[in-house]
């Protein structure tokens, strides 16, 4: 690879990866897992490098990476979740007790979707790509990603309602 694109891709590098890291978490639920898979992701994406003008943005390409290679890691069956003590830490020493709980939460019930359904609400109402967007980067049809979206959406709606419900006092 020339000098140049070796800068470029070390700035764009530096400047996505903590961006690329939460996408990858919010794909697999696990922050080792989110690391493999991210650390692949960037090795493509330096081998494609060179080619990068065929891309429509650089984020795009790298997600579509991390969707695939999410997908392709749940289909194999040896692999088993492991569940750590420190799973959902977020390591930054300004974060708030609270956020981090809420997060805790949401990420606990993406975890209870289904793999197909967690794809599509990250990729719509997080990363806020279109349907037809989501759908490509899936490799399913439009009417697909908006019953999964719709599906999984209204499970989290049932999941976070049963969390926000007070526990009676006996």
Known sequence: MRSRDEAAYTDYVAARQDHLRRVAYALCGDWHRAED??????????????????WATPDAYVRQILVRASIDEHRRAWRRHEVSGLEGVEHTAAARRHDS??????????????????????????????????????????????????????????????????????
């Open 37 to 54: 898979l991210l650390q692949n992701a960037l090795v493509k994406l330096y081998v494609a490098w060179p080619r990068r003008d065929r």
């Open 101 to 170: 709980e809420q997060r805790d939460v949401l990420f606990a019930a993406l975890d209870q979707l289904t793999v197909q359904q967690r794809h599509c609400v990250v990729l719509r109402y997080w990363l806020e790509l279109s349907v037809a967007e989501t759908a490509a980067e899936l490799g399913i049809s439009e009417g697909s990603v908006k019953t999964h979206a719709f599906r999984g959406r209204e499970r989290l709606r049932e999941l976070l309602a049963e969390v926000d419900e007070p526990e009676p006092v006996v």
